[in-house]
DNA sequence: TAGGATCCACTGGTGGATCCGT
DNA sequence: ACGGATCCACCAGTGGATCCTA
């Protein structure tokens, strides 16, 4: 193993068992995710805030064992658990929505909840808050959440609502206001890249590419109470 | 009758009915306050904006021969109808809430819908839009409005929900996000001003002056549809 | 391009504060 | 003090735009 100024850390195997991998998350809490990452990448270059995005959320991919990479599976596939890093202020509320998906408006017609990788995503969640406070990035308390029945109705409801809307071709209706967990918002490498679907008379229409969010005020309640049901 | 170069003109008398009141309403429609202001005061100073709070309401009352003063009465005694002015942007929508009455918090036991003054004042309104557009100040077309069973019935929801947390002593609860037309919002000449009230220990709870508003979304609505229910 | 996220200009609403006239 | 209203600083949420790595 080459060695530089600072050490370098392999990653870690793929967690045999949810035990391991929470205890691998406990081993993370409080640490600094500056320095985290320059064990791993063995540079000394926090570089400007906007240059970082995404760039946590692998950290601690790899830091837990996850199977990295752009596969349409669970970040850990034997255990059926999607990871999740969350932004917390320093008062501890996220200062972000959670992107989920992204969602080809093309689909809506065909999507179901019961089938649909949003459901799969969501059925067993890790959340490692990544804590913003004083100029430095913390590892947080991590949180497994499974939505319990009454919770999933919601996200269903919402999913219905919103495929549903789209499948009618009211596109430009689904605005970030609906949804009461979820929301539809864009999501594109660059603004200008358009994906398809069809309005109320048939016609083609172009759109930017959207994906599906959680809320940042639910993210912020199952903090709390992973039972929460926010109002009903 | 004194001459000075900006005729002035002498406030009428009251209206002896709808019909008469109506016709006065409109044919101000189209009109500049700011000739109006001139024209009555025989004076020629529009004066910065934040000066001319509150003066065209008395504008109005004046020329639609209100019986102006600080009556606990509606402003067309023998109609029953209550003035509003109603400040709208260039895109006809409300530029802000409408102040109703102000609500002394130690009320809040003997209060009830049926017999409140709130209600007497909204069973009949005319509203005046005062359009703003390109630095200009214009009367807009006028808005009689009684409201529906089904709009007193949100209204009394809301009033008995306000109250409701008031009486039992959640005054600090009570912030203007409550109500889903009506709302609490400060309201009073001196930030300093206090009024009182009791908390949920029966002790003396000293707060600032406070009155019920129309959301503005509300009135926007009643423009478009004076039917509206807004979602139920 | 897909998955991992964060940035940021704007806007609508909140929570008072303020102003006029009687 | 009360009835007539408007002003404004601030904040949360929206609607995208942008950035990184594989």
Redesign the pocket.
Known sequence: MSRSPLVTVDPPAPPRDLAELSARAQALVGRSVDELERRRSGRDAP?P??????????L??QLLGAS?????EP?FVGLGI??????LDAAGRP????????F?LGDAERADWASS?LRR?LAHVLF?P?V?AAGERTIGEPLFWRPSSAQEQILRADFDDLVGLIALGQVEAV???LGRWL?I?????????RTHAFGLDGELIST??R?FYL???VTHALLRDPHTLLDG
């Open positions: 570089g805030s906007r240059e970082r995005k995404g760039k946590v959320g692998q601690v991919e990295a990479g752009s596969r349409p970040d999607e990871l999740k890093t969350l932004p200062k972000e929505s959670t992107f989920l998906c992204s080809s990788g995503k490692v990544i913003h605005t970030a206001r929301q918002r864009p999501k594109a490498a660059h603004g200008r890249v930017i590419p994906g809320r940042a005020r």
